[in-house]
């Protein structure tokens, strides 16, 4: 497949493609000619073994990182090239593998500061709290939505690695994203925290109408939340369907090297 003109316009119940991507670091080629359309509202999980280039799509899909060759297009819109945070005020949102917060600041003030991202106009940084500041209140809906609303001021060094994870959500959500990219939510949530994050996911997914995509190596959440699968190796995307059209794909078990999904 050929890299879809630049100029493009794809319809808007795709909210976001990815269009014969290639990304070659070092001489590396780490993602091999991907090609993903996920729908408006839906959920997409992408899974893979280690090194599959899972991150690195996402680092794409995200235009954190410009492709060697492909495009990317939000709710038909080329942004293949375009600054990150003008994308994330498109509504582009995503979290990380490894958390990002700022861990010497309170829930609130990491909130605000994504809230305040989300329209230049209301810029005030780390400023002082405002009650009737709309970044704040903004910010306190978004903590109050993930259950984290009871006490704003904790540092966010203070959380389970389990509510760091709702923070970041929350993050996101501040941030006014439609388009969530997820990066392994559940990377060192403790087993007793999954469930009640899953749930999380799911109400954000489907209360607030977001599209989601989530890379995570946990195939029982994967399975628990996820719409369609994409299956990558060695940087390519061997496989893409509904979940039990891909536990029963013997590709996709190969690639797994005969491990049961
Ligand atoms: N900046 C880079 N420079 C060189 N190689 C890289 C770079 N980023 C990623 N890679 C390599 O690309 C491959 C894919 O990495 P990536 O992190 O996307 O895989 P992944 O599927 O997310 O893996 P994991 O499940 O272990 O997180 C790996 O072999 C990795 O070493």
């Known amino acids: 497949m050929t890299a879809a003109p630049a100029n493009e316009v794809l319809p808007e119940s795709v909210a976001l493609s990815g269009k014969a991507i290639n990304l070659v670091v070092d001489g ?35 235009v954190a990182t410009p492709p060697t060759s492909g495009t990317v297009h939000l709710r038909g819109r080329d942004v293949t090239g375009l600054p990150p945070h003008r994308v994330a005020r498109s509504g582009l ?14 829930l609130l003030e990491n909130a605000r500061l994504a809230a305040n991202g ?30 984290l609303g009871r006490r704003p001021d ?24 439609s388009v969530i990219l997820l990066d392994e939510p559940m990377a060192g949530v403790s087993v007793d925290d999954v469930a009640e994050l899953v749930e999380l996911i799911r109400r954000v997914h489907r209360e607030q109408g977001k599209t989601t995509v989530m890379v ?9 939340l996820a719409e369609r699968i994409g299956v990558m190796h060695h940087g390519a995307m061997i496989a893409i369907g509904p979940p039990d059209e891909i536990i029963a794909n013997d590709v996709v078990q190969t690639a797994y090297m005969g491990e049961p999904l």
């Not at 995503?94 to 600041?105: E, M, V, Y």
């Not at 540092?155 to 994203?177: F, P, Y």
């Open 216 to 224: 995570e190596h946990h195939i029982h959440v994967v399975l628990d």
């Open 28 to 62: 590396h080629h780490i993602l091999v000619d991907v090609s993903v359309d996920v729908a408006a509202g839906e959920f997409l999980a992408i899974i893979g073994p280690n090194g599959a280039g899972k991150t690195s799509l996402i680092n794409v899909l995200s």
């Open 118 to 147: 989300r329209d230049a106009r209301l810029r005030t940084g780390f400023r002082r709290v405002l009650k009737d500041d709309p970044v704040t209140e903004r910010a306190r809906e978004t903590l109050d939505l993930v259950g």
């Open 154 to 177: 904790r540092l966010a060094s203070e959380l389970s690695h389990g509510e760091q994870r709702k923070l970041e959500l929350a993050m996101v959500l501040a941030q006014g994203a």
């Open 93 to 106: 949102g995503r979290t990380f593998q490894t958390s990002n917060l700022f861990l010497g600041r309170s």
